[in-house]
Nanobody, 124 residues
């Protein structure tokens, strides 16, 4: 089993920045691909970013390219999502997830384990 705990969300003004963290435990972390998803009220959960087990390959949704950056520190069993130039439309609950295949994917059905989410709210 893999347990994931997200943190770092909060209320920020448009144009500000946040760094979300996802701490993993329970399995060997370095062999898993990781992804970030988000879900706004009344909308389906959408892909944000993914990173391979080695950290050598990343993949981003078009809506966040150039503003978001995913990274991982396997020694700390932690994945990060740096969010810059926040916009009100970025407001959502952000979820961390594990893909046991070890490759990047934008399909939420490929992810087996999920955290509880952390709220990001951007004011105008």
């Amino acid at each position: 089993q893999v347990q994931l705990v997200e943190s770092g969300g909060g209320l920020v003004q448009a144009g500000g920045s946040l760094r979300l963290s996802c701490a993993a435990s329970g399995r060997t972390f370095s062999w898993y691909a990781m992804g970030w998803f988000r879900q706004a009220p009344g909308k389906e959960r959408e892909f944000v970013a993914a990173i391979s087990w080695s950290g050598g390959s990343t993949y981003y949704a078009d809506s966040v390219k150039g503003r978001f950056a995913i990274s991982r520190d396997n020694a700390k069993n932690t994945v990060y999502l740096q969010i810059n130039s926040l916009k009100p439309e970025d407001t959502a609950v952000y979820y961390c997830a594990v893909d046991l295949s070890g490759s990047t994917s934008s399909d939420l059905n490929e992810y087996e384990y999920w955290g509880q989410g952390t709220q990001v709210t951007v004011s105008s």
